[in-house]
């Protein structure tokens, strides 16, 4: 397939300056032998953000293994992962839902297969200057639909709410919509209400504004916020496994049809218990073993 | 590229026979590069036409979809920008946009313009040479950490003396955006008042005018073009930016009520949901819609300052 | 004082003209303090630590101590690239804007063409990247692609700083040039360019600048990841360069110092466009200084 496109470029551009790169390129990618032990060609990974650090993680050790593979990696939305995969942009989609299948929002990708490479556990989090420590479905269903905008309404200090929240689309917002909110409407609101682009200025955001509330995945909770307990169960990785916390997700490797050659190998190898349980267990995911 | 070269060459065979060829070989040779380079030129000015052709074309293609979906007068004159339950009305970005436009301006040009007249007219030597890097240095911020900056220290700021929960708003935008386009504004605009003959200072002068006087009725208009050629420039950035406005805006797709309502401009929509869309949704064409809107603001903005520029400016 | 009346008007403008001159001067300091706080601010908090390890490492995804090697390569590699793709083209079409256009309605729409072009936001040009290069001639994620995309938002900048520069050369040095008989290709070789070059040079410090920093189009077109080797020159390699890895480590790295590498990223992309002025600059003042002797 990408030998068969090399070949399409090099009809389509015939810079001469850059031949002599190309060339080299052309045989290290050019011929996509299926020898399982002589693995090489090009796979490129796009989509979701929140599964970035894992791809990158799991490029880095796969080449080393597998020196004539070149791992691509780039990450814009979840939505983009199965696009670019439909597209041919990409080999691999990385999707914080299962898109084979309807989600709010979204349409299923027909003929899709989508690969669980991780569980991902998400938090609610406040500014640390807020004194509530657990919020039933029920009160963040208020908090988000924007009934409830004072903290005392929740067991708090007399202090308005001040809601932030991901983009519609955002991998992290339909898992939390869905889990937390039990499908839950986050209704836009005149004040008190700012919308952030990626976990790390939803942690920013929350860390630095008083009274705030937003979500966020579990990996980048630290001491500069406060996660909250979600029906009297603490955010942890332990009680995602033994069932009692609910807010979570698996992740997703979107390939065109069943993954082949080195697509599928590189797959294998996050799915295999060697990087579940050492590599992806440390970047703070959940092995998909783990969860029954 | 050919075809000119080998008629040279010909020419050049022709003329090398007779006496006195060598001068006349230098005479072509000197008109043929003459010619050459017009062309050259020709083509670049044509080359950054396509480009501009191929983002026309790339990103109209798309766009144009939108009006498929969309009414034009929904798209244009509607408030309400409910992608997800199929209303788009762009109407909103575009005033926000404006707004935000606007208030960047007001704040950004007396100050660049300020610093660059400080730079170029009043500030001794060894001033402007610290000052003039330390200007291009901020250019090379890049945007994401305007926009932290802007997130963990402007808007605290702002909230506190305020009393806002939030801060965020076209306030903290415009003032993000006024440090990135200060250095672009100032520079060449600096650039444009130094390069005013010195004669026209020391008639002036020689009248008896003072320095501000030289500076506001002789330097200034004398500069004119430069410097709307640099507040354009200028304003194109700040129209253009998004990473960093991104950050301190708020996200909020709705108008603008005060300086600190959290609200959305056109650029900061397209970068929040460009990523998190469906390729071939009403949606995906509309954010194109508005890319290409983006273009053609700023095409008349342009229209406009040059305007401006044209009956108050070129003294020269 | 001799023979000269102070008549009110006089005085009021020597006191407008003092009023003024100490205005100018404090709206100087106070713009002078912030931009040397805010650089006190991004160098303070990433030079103490940066060390030449951090510079030449690899990133790490999960153990703190990753560096930025590959990805500052990168950076140059692919502002180089698409310098030396920009520069000929943007001066020659600020020349032909200058020199060579007639003053009619088509110049016009020229000038408005490239002033349109330079308001055209970055995201943008990452979006057309990504159509041309990943959908049409389907190479993926490349430093090329990131390169001619960079290389399309420099373009106009130039042509207009160049425009400009070459206009505020004065008519009578052309004039003398002329008179020599000249053509106008030698006329702006030899002394309209070396005049306007001071200015030229201002806008490509400007233009590398802001390219060297620039996120969004990088993003789009050359991916977030590098092939984990250092000094990677092939154009098909996938081209994350330092400010995409820093907007990365800031919104997504999960890796413990992630705070403190944002940080260096930040102070070695300062230093990095202070190090492009100098380099820049450094020829310009010789020429000067022999000029002036």
Redesign the interface.
Known sequence: MRGVLQVKLFKKISLVAVTSVMLVSSALVGAVSAAPSQLSGKITVNGSTALLPLTLQAAKEFQKLNPKVKVAASG?????GP?AV??GIADIGACDWDASMDVP???AFSGQVANKVAVIPFATVVNNNVKVTDLSTDQLKGIYSGKITNWKDVGGDNA?I?VITR????GTRVNYQSKALSGGDIT??????????SSG?MK??VA????SIGYIDLVYVTSDLKAVKFNGVAASTDNVINGSYKIWAYGYYMTKGQPTGATKAFIEYVQSSKFQQSSLKKLKFIPIAAMK | MGTPAQSFATKDELLTKPMGSNRFNRYAR??F??K???F??????F???F??G??IF??GKTALLTFQHVSVAEFFFSFDWT??EGRFGAALFIINTLSLTALTLVIAVP?SV??A???AE??PTW?KNL???????????????YG??G???L??FL?EISGE??G?GLLAAALVLT?MI???IC??SD??IS?V?KKYRDAAYAMGS????V?MKVILPAAG??VV?AI??G???A?????AV??VI?????LA?SFF??TSVL?SN??????????DSPWNYAL?MM?FL??LI??AL??FI?FLGRKGGDLT | MSGFTRTPKITR??R??KI??V???T??IL??T???W??Y??LSKGLPSLSWGFLTKLPEEMDVGGGIGPVLFNSFYILGISLALSI??????G???A???PKNKFTEV?R??????????????G??GL??FASYFQVGLTILGGAVSLA?LN???L???TE??I??V?VDVRNASYALGT????C??TVVLPIAMR?II?GI??V???A?????VILLTAGLSTSGEMWDFNLFSPGETL?VH??YV?SEAIVEDAKQIADRS?AV??L???L???LF?IPLWISNRKLKM
């Not at chain 2, 000052?131 to 950490?145: E, H, K, N």
């Not at chain 2, 003072?210 to 006087?213: L, N, S």
């Not at chain 3, 000929?88 to 079409?93: D, N, V």
Request: net charge positive.
């Open positions: 814009k939305g979840s939505v983009t696009q439909k597209k929002g979204f349409k308005d001040v983009a519609f689309g955002s836009k609101k005149e004040k008190n209400y700012k919308e952030v682009g200025d920013t955001a630095t504004t008083p009274n | 000197v008109h590069s003459n050459l380079f017009k050259y030129a020709l083509f670049s000015i080359a950054l036409c480009v501009l191929l983002v790339f990103i992608p997800e100050i300020g610093m007249i400080l730079i009043i500030a001033f000052v003039r890097p330390v200007l291009d240095l901020l250019v090379g911020i890049p945007s994401i950490v932290y900056l997130l963990t220290v808007i605290p909230r929960n939030l965020d440090l200060l250095p672009t520079r060449i650039d444009a390069a003959p003072t320095r501000i006087q500076i073009r430069g050629a354009i420039m304003m194109t950035r129209i253009g930016e998004t990473m991104v950050m708020g996200n909020t797709a709705q009520k309502s959290p650029t397209i970068v929040m949901q460009i990523s998190n869309v469906d390729f194109h890319a983006l273009l700023s095409f342009i229209l040059r | 403008s020597i407008l003209n003024a001159t205005g100018f001067y709206l100087g713009v002078l912030l931009i040397f805010l650089l601010t991004i000929p083209i943007g001066i020659g079409a020349i032909y804007m020199e060579y256009a020229l408005i063409c490239v002033e349109s072009l330079a308001s055209v936001p970055s995201i943008v040009f979006m057309l159509a041309i399309f373009l106009p900048m042509a207009r700083v400009e520069s206009r505020a004065p053509t106008k290709f030698q702006i070789r200015g201002t410090c400007l590398a600048g802001r060297f920093g620039e996120s969004a400010a820093l907007w800031q930040a992309l300062v990095v466009v202070l492009i002025n100098l600059r």
